[in-house]
C-alpha cells in the first residue's frame, strides 16, 4: 500500500494522506457500479469502509486487549531506558535544570553583562 503526504495549503485536505490499497478488478468493478448509482466518491467510499472496520475491531476484546499489552511494553522500555539514562546522569532524569529556559532567551544578547547592568 503506498501513502503520500498532500501539499500543504489545501486546507483540511492538506492534513490527509492518500493511502492506495490495491484491489481486484472485481471489486473494482463492483465499487464503480454502485459508486455511479449512489454518487459518492471512491474517497468517501474508502473513509466509510476504513472507519467501519476500525470501529468493529475496536469493539473486539482482544484486539483491546493486545492493544493495552503494547502500551504496557512501552511503558517498559521507557522506564528502563530511563533508568539507564539515570544512571549515567548520576542523577533523577526528572530533574530538569532550573535557571536556564529550554530555547537560551535568558543568555541571548547578554555576554559579558552581569546581573547588576
Known sequence: MSEQQQPEGQGEEA???VFAPRISQELRAQIEALRGITGH???QLGEEALRDWTEKILG????????MAGIEEQQRQLQEQRAAIEKVLGTSATTAPSETPADGAATRGRRGKTSDS
Open 60 to 67: 473486539d476484546p482482544e484486539v483491546r486487549s493486545k492493544a
Open 15 to 17: 492534513e490527509k494522506k
Open 41 to 43: 466518491t471512491i474517497n
